[in-house]
């Protein structure tokens, strides 16, 4: 059957929001030096960020063949992308994938390193958000449609692929509550502009809502990309090593993705429980406390050692395969000091190696939601089976933990209710079956998106 892809919309956008874009591409064309002076500045202590310039501009070599589009502006992105990405270069059309971030950009190299190389994916920057600079972006690659991962977009992206006849799609959305709330009290916003995708596919029921209410039809429920990203093997396997050989029966908590502002307290409910633990003659709980932000990886040692913690860092006793370092490449004070079943936390001072820190534990804490600016992802924890606990701030990962406390795999609470939560129940509310239970619910993101797109593309053929 021949298909043709359908992309129609209501009439978008109003005059009223057209006399803000205009705006905006005025705002656009003053500030452009600024940006460039921004980046130049950024790139004399990353110089990633100020190479590849002419990919910002839109500059690229014409290609032979359409390709598939898919914006993931940084490294949470491209993850939750990879087997969305995986699936499509199994199709004949190529991907080019677009970053704002060099994180993000040499992400996508690292990941498909053979695709990129026999030319079926291109990764580069995202073109600064004018239509020049995207013209040429969409002149060079022709795209067949566009993808936008999560919640990155921006005005000029969305009018320009309108222009142009590029069907873009948000995949893998949400829209936070409070961004929503905020967004509807403003003249101009995000809410605005997001009638001018040609559909939007996200997590939950609740984020559908959300979206209807700014006058889209076109909308697909596909749940979680997240749930199926590639888990390194290797991490795994140095994790349950390291586990039997040197924790024994010693319970663990990793704590991941720490934020400034939630140390003390967080250090505090430490205290309390491995007190408790001693008191009544068991074994403390072994604390793993992760940094979200490696330049405070010091800082927080500092705190530890302040509250006269016994700790260790990652870089200190693991070497590069995350096995205990010979005696030999150690310190003798780090010899001494580097008794497992005596330290108090290992701090995990290192990037890339979330998957190994939560496979050591019987309990992940979750970061983020102890302070105002929200809880970081739990699907790497629920991905290993683990129960989790957050804060009280979930606005920026409604899905999946509203669905994870309802379902019983996740707690949500303050330090104070964590201390009681762990001093008077077992460690493990949930058992690892309960949390692949819940995966299998809501798991199958991927293939719930490629036909929530062949339904957008080609309703005809339903």
């Keep these: 059957m021949n298909r043709s892809i ?22 656009w064309a003053v500030c452009l030096p600024l940006i460039m002076f921004y980046l ?10 100020f190479k590849f310039l002419a990919e910002r501009f839109g500059h690229h070599k014409p290609r032979d063949e359409r390709h598939i589009w898919i914006h993931a502006v940084s490294l949470g992105e491209v993850r939750s992308a990879v087997p969305l990405i995986e699936r499509l270069l199994q199709d004949d059309t190529p991907v080019v994938t677009t970053h704002f971030t060099p994180a993000g950009r ?46 990155e977009f921006w005005p000029g992206m969305i009018m320009s692929s309108r222009k142009c006849g590029v069907p873009l799609y948000l995949c893998n959305g949400q829209y936070p509550s409070r961004s929503f709330q905020r967004d509807q009290k403003r003249f101009f916003s995000r809410a605005k502009i997001v009638p001018g995708f040609a559909g939007v596919m996200v997590k939950s029921e609740l984020q559908a809502a959300r979206f209807r209410a700014l006058g889209i039809d076109r909308v697909a429920i596909t749940g ?29 908590i990793t704590m991941a993705s ?14 309390k429980v491995q007190s408790h633990f001693l008191q009544r003659g068991l074994d403390k709980p072994l604390f793993i406390y992760v940094p979200r932000a490696p330049e405070r990886f010091d800082v927080v040692a500092g705190l530890i050692s302040e ?21 030999s490449e150690t310190t003798a004070a780090e010899n001494a000091k580097f008794d497992i079943n005596g330290v108090d936390i290992v701090l995990g001072d290192s990037l890339g190696e979330m998957y190994f820190y939560l496979e050591l534990c019987d309990l992940a804490i979750v970061g983020g939601g102890f302070s105002p600016k929200g809880s970081h992802n739990i699907s790497e924890p629920l991905c290993l089976r683990k129960p989790v606990i957050i804060g009280p701030n979930d606005y920026t990962i409604e899905f999946p933990a509203r669905e994870a406390v309802a379902h019983g795999v ?26 692949g239970r819940f995966l299998d619910v809501h798991s199958g993101g991927t293939a719930k998106t490629i036909a929530a797109l062949d339904d957008f593309m080609y309703p005809t053929s339903r």
């Design 410 to 435: 996740c707690l949500q609470m303050d330090f104070s209710q964590i201390t009681e939560q762990l001093i008077t129940h077992p460690l493990q509310f949930a058992s690892n079956q309960q949390v």
């Design 258 to 271: 720490m934020v400034v502002g939630e140390d003390t307290g967080a250090l505090d409910m430490i205290a």
């Design 40 to 49: 130049y500045r950024r790139g004399k202590k990353e110089p990633a960020y």
């Design 106 to 151: 040499s992400e996508a190299v690292r990941l498909f390193p053979s695709a990129v190389a026999d030319g079926r994916l291109t990764a580069c920057y995202v073109p600064f958000d004018y239509g020049v600079a995207f013209g040429r972006f969409f002149k060079a690659f022709r795209p067949v449609y566009g993808l936008v991962m999560e919640v």
């Design 6 to 27: 359908v992309a129609k919309s209501p009439p978008f956008p109003p005059f009223n929001t057209r006399v803000v874009l205009l705006l905006y591409r005025l705002i």
């Design 307 to 327: 509250k006269s913690f016994s700790y260790v860092k990652r870089s200190d006793v693991l070497d590069a395969y995350l096995r205990i370092k010979p005696r």
């Design 224 to 252: 979680e990309m997240r749930f199926e990203q590639p888990i390194p093997q290797a991490h795994i396997t140095a994790a349950r090593t390291l586990k039997n050989t040197e924790f024994g029966a010693r319970p663990v």
